[in-house]
């Protein structure tokens, strides 16, 4: 299968072109930008000319870019108004979170990519109908905006009520907005399951977040490296593999300080899963 790394693992840290480039020396053929402020700040247009520049001149691919989840540089602690999300009920403070995320879309006019991962709601949101309605308001405008640039809008399955492989499924069913998946095994492994979520999803799955977690708690671990992961990885890795020309597999990790040198961790990883 192909391979990918997405920026999570580094994303307390500024990302630069010396990370870009340490990525693309441990022979990783693309990433995954994940867009927290703290780490790329979509609105720092000196940062983005940068990274774009590096990128037309590197043979690494930008794969994807993860939507903003904060407005702010410390994870939405500085409080409720940092959250960004679609399923917001008010208009007026959906339309302001849909513009924060379309400054993360622009990045596509300076450095391309394929696709945009988004949630659809917060960690634990509880399923509403008119949280139904946002959604498919804001992401209606999204996938506009996004086309206009050569991106496409996948939702993810996240661990709430809103985003199982289920409601993802009949969302798509009552919307008729055609967009298709990223798939995340640490959450389905938090809800009903890899097999039950990728045999829901795995016709429209485009992209992948592979990592592992203790079945309880979304920890982003190392797949077979960390002994708290309960995913059954050989069974996993069977399931990934019928459709392997349609995704990468892509590792969204959780950086662990012990791991003193990751970009090694993460080859080995790559070696182990296709060793399955």
Not at 25 to 35: D, H, L, T
């Amino acid at each position: 299968m192909n391979h990918a790394l997405s920026t999570h693992l580094f994303v307390n840290h500024r990302l630069t072109t010396a990370l870009l480039s340490k990525i693309e020396k441990a022979g990783i053929p693309a990433v995954e930008i994940f867009c927290a402020r703290q780490h790329l700040d979509y609105r720092n247009k000196a940062q983005i000319s940068e990274l774009a520049h590096w990128f037309r001149d590197s043979e690494l691919k930008l794969h994807a870019l993860h939507a903003p989840m904060y407005t702010d540089e410390i994870w939405g602690r500085s409080g409720p108004h940092a959250v960004i999300t679609i399923t917001e009920p008010v208009k007026g403070k959906r339309l302001e979170m849909v513009d924060e995320i379309k400054r993360a879309l622009e990045i596509a006019e300076d450095a391309p990519f394929p696709y945009l991962i988004q949630h659809m709601g917060v960690a634990g949101e509880e399923f509403e109908m008119r949280k139904i309605d946002a959604a498919f308001s804001a992401l209606e405008e999204l996938s506009l905006f996004a086309r206009q640039r050569g991106v496409e809008v996948l939702l993810e399955n996240i661990p709430n009520q809103l985003s199982t492989p289920e409601r993802l499924v009949q969302f798509d069913e009552l919307t008729h907005l055609g967009l298709h998946y990223a798939f995340d095994t640490g959450h389905a492994n938090l809800q009903d399951g890899i097999e039950n979520g990728f045999g829901l999803m795995k016709d429209h799955i485009r992209s992948t977040h592979i990592h592992d977690n203790n079945g309880k708690d979304d920890t982003h671990l190392f797949p077979l490296l960390d002994e708290a992961g309960t995913i059954d990885w050989k069974e996993t890795m069977h399931l990934l593999r019928e459709r392997d020309t349609q995704y990468p597999l892509l590792l969204e990790l959780r950086e662990k300080p012990e791991v003193t040198n990751p970009l090694e961790t993460v080859k080995e990883i790559f070696g182990r899963l296709e060793e399955l």
